[in-house]
């Protein structure tokens, strides 16, 4: 069974704080994504990656960055979490259909 | 570019009841659709898909999708829904030569009454 796995399903963090949000897919998908979903905006692309060590901003990529060090494994990460990230946050990878993880739902207090 | 607009943000319907979730795209270039379908806190999953071939399309649940290049449409129908059809869905596209980055609708919020 195909899976794209994320490390938290909640995540509660302080203001400033620096987060990382982690992904990994067993499928060897070239292509990963990251998303951000809020309740009447659908999903808002944040980075995505089509190989190792390739990135490229999304619509959103403000107060975000990534990290891609093996095709697995692809990190999204807040570097001073603001309230305003407080999201769902959605991985996932693919070659042609999407396969998504379970999603992270963020709180910044 | 393209987009996607998915024309009701919410559609209630009675249990048994047949329903259509509309779908609009945009895009100067061939494409592939996609419907996900998402329950509460949790990722989203594939419902059906068209890549090429027939434009009628079915589905996981007893769902299908019809692919129509003029009107530049794929909705989305059920002939007689239950209420664990209840969830979210998402109309995508991703270009069909290309890097396949998926441009997703705001959703559609199914609600099935008994």
């Known amino acids: 069974d195909v899976k794209v796995t994320q490390s938290s399903r909640y995540l509660v963090k302080r203001t400033g704080e620096k987060v990382f949000l982690e992904c990994v897919q067993d499928?060897?998908?070239?292509?990963m994504f990251w998303y951000r979903q809020d309740p009447g905006l659908g999903l808002r692309l944040i980075y995505f990656?089509?190989?190792?060590?390739?990135?490229e901003k999304g619509d959103i990529p403000e107060g975000y960055s990534v990290s891609r060090e093996k095709k697995e494994r692809f990190s999204l990460i807040l570097e001073s979490a603001s309230t305003n990230q407080t999201s769902m946050y959605l991985c996932?990878?693919?070659?042609?259909?999407?396969?998504f993880g379970q999603g992270t739902r963020l709180t910044v207090v | 570019a393209q987009s996607v607009t998915q024309l009701d943000s919410q559609v209630p319907v009675f249990e048994e009841a047949p329903v259509e979730l509309r779908c609009n795209y945009s895009?100067?270039?061939?494409?592939?659709l996609f419907w996900y379908v998402q329950y509460p806190n949790q990722g989203l999953q594939l419902l059906l898909k068209?890549?090429?071939?027939?434009?009628l399309v079915k589905g996981i649940n007893g769902f299908e999708a019809e692919f129509n290049k003029s009107q530049t449409s794929f909705h989305l129908r059920k002939p007689s829904v239950h209420i664990s059809d209840t969830a979210e869905y998402f109309c995508?596209?991703?270009?069909?030569?290309?890097?396949?980055?998926?441009?997703f609708g705001r959703g559609t919020s199914l609600i099935v009454h008994p």
């Open positions: 995508a596209v991703t270009l069909s030569g290309g890097s396949y980055i998926p441009t």
């Open positions: 499928m060897d998908h070239e292509n």
């Open positions: 895009s100067s270039v061939s494409v592939y």
């Open positions: 068209y890549l090429s071939g027939s434009t």
């Open positions: 990656s089509y190989d190792v060590k390739m990135k």
């Open positions: 996932a990878s693919s070659y042609t259909e999407a396969f």
